[in-house]
Nanobody, 124 residues
Framework: QVQLVESGGGLVQAGASLRLSCAASGRTLTNDRAGWFRQAPGKEREFVATIQWSTGNRDYADSVKGRFTISRDNAKNTVYLQMISLKPEDTGVYYC?????????????????WGQGTQVTVSS
C-alpha cells in the first residue's frame, strides 16, 4: 500500500512559478510510475505529466510542455512538479498518483494510488 501526500499549492499571479511535492510512504516507488493530474472547476481530471521512476523517462501533456518539469528524488521517495510561466488556465486541484511502471501513464486508470490533491490558483 502506498500513501501519497501533495503539498506546495497556492495562489499566484500569472507568470509566476510553483513547485509541487508529493511524498510517498508505505514502500519505495522504485518499480513504479508517478504522475500528476489536475482538475479544473467543472471539468474532468486531466493528465499533466508522468515519470518512470527507474529510468527517469518523462512525458507531458501538450498544454504544459516547456513550462512544467516532473522529477523525482529517490532518497526522499518524493516526486515534484516544477511549474513556471503559470497561466490562469493552469488553475485546478493537482493530484499525484502512482502506478505500475510498465503503463504508459497518461490515463487515470493506470494509477492505483492517489493523493488528496493540492489547490493551485493562478490569477490574471
Amino acid at each position: 500500500q502506498v500513501q501519497l501526500v501533495e503539498s506546495g499549492g497556492g495562489l499566484v499571479q500569472a507568470g509566476a512559478s510553483l513547485r509541487l511535492s508529493c511524498a510517498a510512504s508505505g514502500r519505495t516507488l522504485t518499480n513504479d510510475r508517478a504522475g500528476w493530474f489536475r482538475q479544473a472547476p467543472g471539468k474532468e481530471r486531466e493528465f499533466v505529466a508522468t515519470i518512470q521512476w527507474s529510468t527517469g523517462n518523462r512525458d507531458y501533456a501538450d498544454s504544459v510542455k516547456g513550462r512544467f518539469t516532473i522529477s523525482r528524488d529517490n532518497a526522499k521517495n518524493t516526486v515534484y512538479l516544477q511549474m513556471i510561466s503559470l497561466k490562469p488556465e493552469d488553475t485546478g486541484v493537482y493530484y499525484c498518483a502512482a502506478g505500475h511502471q510498465n503503463h504508459v501513464g497518461v490515463r487515470e486508470s493506470e494509477y492505483a494510488y492517489w493523493g488528496q490533491g493540492t489547490q493551485v490558483t493562478v490569477s490574471s
